[in-house]
């Protein structure tokens, strides 16, 4: 089978409307510190990988300046990943310097003046306890923790450490749907990131639509996708569509065919897609490239049969913004698959060099003021309901 | 020159090695970026045409087990599949065009402390 037939998404989604979408929310300082207040410290925003904690014991930091903290996580005796600020319960030193590591002795101790905690971010150990005062009280001061909870693998963390919604009431049916999928299995792990000048929603829109892939990919790309959405549809705050190839497309080159005839590694690749959860290309197409997820606020999930990529988009401040663009495989089994999750990768990779491209330069010339607004066309349908989804919490 | 570079059928592609058997994607990136599009088209074309032999080849092995010779045989294929766009879609030019720079992207599987060039060394680095 071929692919859907395409919709008219304005037609399915009347609420979000059709006008010209205002381009201060990129711009303004004001707006800026309400995301982060109303939105990002409300939300759950995805941490990390299970993978990444393999033992217990093992913690990694991961620095969240939208937070204005940086989270430990860490992996306890009983196995259950638990968060903490990383802040002495003493006079509020780091407790962690180091990325990741192992926790020594099962405890992280403070090298201010020694105080000790254990996995579970009780307080272990003061020296000269006794010259403390009653108003101490050693069991109240064990690390702040955030919640975390686990989906598929995914490590969320919440700042509030009693959230009012949990991870899987927060994600809904947008996180079922992709359930299933072996992300687990898929251990081989090619990561990149850089800090990009601009504002987190001008990166995140880059990933969000098709539109640009014939312009914007004419390089690496230069036919084979299909510049439009299929499958759109929304859960809250969150969103999915899916991305295929056009019916007929190139002919491989010499390199993308061999790489194709050794493994299911290539987004460009068509084929039958056996992997994937029922409600992900549900006509099994072999012309489905992937499917993009959007976990509200700054979390794409793509899968696709043989891997999956993940985007994150963290803000710095208003006009920055640290990327980060994963890959991940099946570990190879011979050097055959070794070379095409190569060429795959390879290829994605540069794919994502264009589109990091315009960001800077859009960021940059949208500060002249010189437009108030942006037209966005039927097929840039997630970016008008993400910046609705936004302006929900900023308002709120 | 040591006449076991390469195992014995593809001592031809010998004169390549010191360029190109390259460890981490990092050092294949950089040596392609520092290349012409005639330097990368001459290596593409000595490696093209053998790709199915030489996969032939490497997969009668364990992959975490490759002699000397063969693991630098795949780290040629390795450098196939960075360079191959270049000659294949961008027209031979040596940077990816009208991207971003490279040069601010960072990979971590590549540049992770104590990377030892096996990118599988060290699985489970997401950022
Ligand atoms: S600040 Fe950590 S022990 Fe004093
Ligand atoms: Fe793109």
Redesign the pocket.
């Known amino acids: 089978m071929n692919k859907p037939v395409a919709s008219r998404w304005a037609q399915q989604f009347p609420q979000l409307g059709t006008d010209p979408v205002p381009v201060d929310a990129l711009l303004s300082a004001e707006y800026f510190q309400r995301e982060k207040e109303k939105l990002f410290k409300r939300t759950w925003l995805k941490l990390a990988r299970v993978e990444e904690l393999p033992q217990s014991g093992s913690w990694k930091l991961k620095p969240l300046p939208i937070w204005d903290s940086s989270i430990i996580l860490v992996r306890g005796e009983d196995g259950q990943i638990r968060g903490f600020h990383n802040t ?6 780091r ?1 962690i310097w180091a990325e990741d590591g192992h926790g020594k002795d099962r405890r992280f101790s ?6 000790t905690y254990n996995l579970k971010g009780e307080l272990v150990h003061v020296p000269q306890e006794e010259e403390f005062f009653d108003s101490f009280c050693k069991p109240d001061n064990g690390l702040a923790p955030v919640a975390v909870e686990v989906w598929e693998g995914f490590i969320f963390a919440h700042l509030d450490p009693q959230p009012a919604v949990s991870l899987k009431d927060y994600l809904g049916e947008a996180a079922t749907r992709l359930e299933g999928f072996p992300y687990g299995q898929m251990t081989a792990v090619y990561a990149y990131r850089t800090v990009l000048n601009c504002n987190w929603k001008i990166a995140q829109d880059a990933f969000s639509e098709a539109y640009h892939v014939t312009t914007i990919h004419a390089g690496s790309f230069p036919e084979g996708f299909s510049a439009k959405l299929y499958e759109v549809q929304l859960f809250g705050p969150h969103r999915t569509s899916a991305v295929y190839m056009d019916d007929k497309g190139p002919t491989p080159t010499p390199v993308a065919a061999l790489s194709h005839r050794l493994g299911t590694t290539s987004i460009a690749k068509r084929g039958t897609r056996v992997a994937l959860p029922p409600g992900v290309n549900p006509t099994r197409s072999p012309n489905f490239a992937f499917e993009l997820s959007v976990m509200f606020p700054n979390f794409l999930v793509h899968i696709m049969d043989g891997l999956y990529f993940t985007h994150q988009f963290h803000p710095l401040s208003v006009d920055q913004t640290l990327w980060e663009g994963i890959q991940y495989f099946p570990p190879p089994q011979n050097a055959g698959e070794r070379f095409s999750q190569e060429y795959g990768q390879v290829l994605q990779r540069n794919a994502w060099l264009e589109d990091t491209a315009t960001m800077e330069a859009t960021h940059a010339a949208l500060k002249s003021g010189a437009k108030k607004v942006m037209h966005l066309q039927d097929q840039e349908v997630l970016l008008r309901h993400h910046y609705q989804a936004v302006d929900e919490y900023v308002n709120s | 020159m040591s006449s076991d570079l390469l195992p014995a059928s593809y001592r031809h592609l010998e004169p390549w090695v010191d360029r190109w058997a390259l460890a981490s994607q990092a050092e294949r990136e950089t040596t392609r970026r520092a290349s012409t599009g005639a330097q990368l088209k001459a290596f593409y074309d000595a490696l093209v045409g053998e790709g199915d032999g030489i996969v032939a080849h490497l997969n009668a092995l364990p992959l975490d087990q490759l002699p000397a010779p063969e693991q630098r045989l795949l780290y040629l294929m390795l450098s196939l599949a960075e360079v191959a766009p270049h000659v294949e879609l961008y027209r031979g030019d040596p940077r990816v065009p009208f991207s971003f720079e490279e040069e601010r992207f960072i990979a971590e599987h590549g540049a992770a402390p104590g990377f030892n060039g096996d990118l599988y060394a060290l699985p489970n680095r997401p950022a």
């Open positions: 002495c319960s003493h006079r509020g030193n407790v403070c090298h201010f003046h020694g105080w």
